[in-house]
């Protein structure tokens, strides 16, 4: 009887530890091998929003969802299903035989800078 319910137990952990939540999606991906260059999730007041770019334009957004391992785009044009996995910084969308792979945009902490010394010269100069 224990070692089922180890079993059982250590099953329960495995599934927790890949379940995806929407934190997961939200931010910028860059298409690696994709139909577009660039995907946006956005999670806003309860209100789950994409856009997709392609030649540095915008080429679909709409809503999204995320059910399980499922990513449903629901775009101007048409809706779309995707097995999602993600590992690290990789995204990788399953539709069909077709995958396609994102690696997730890290925008950089940039602190503040020092006040260049001739600034204040230049601004008492013109005033």
């Not at 399953?94 to 260049?116: A, D, L, N, Y």
């Amino acid at each position: 009887m224990k070692p089922v319910l180890v079993t059982l137990f250590l099953a329960t952990l495995a599934s927790e530890a890949i379940a995806l939540g929407l934190g997961d999606l939200t931010g910028s991906w860059t298409a690696v091998r994709a139909d577009v260059e660039k995907m946006t999730f956005t999670w806003y007041k309860a209100q789950l929003e994409f856009r997709s770019s392609l030649n540095q334009r915008p080429f679909e957004s709409g809503e999204w969802d995320l059910r399980g391992d499922s990513l449903f785009l629901y775009g101007s044009s048409r809706t779309r299903g995707f097995a999602v996995t993600i590992s690290g910084d990789t995204l990788r969308l399953r539709e069909g035989e077709s995958v396609q792979v994102f690696v997730k945009m890290i925008v950089p902490f940039i602190q503040e800078r020092e006040v260049p010394s001739f600034l204040p010269r230049i601004c008492t100069d013109f005033t």
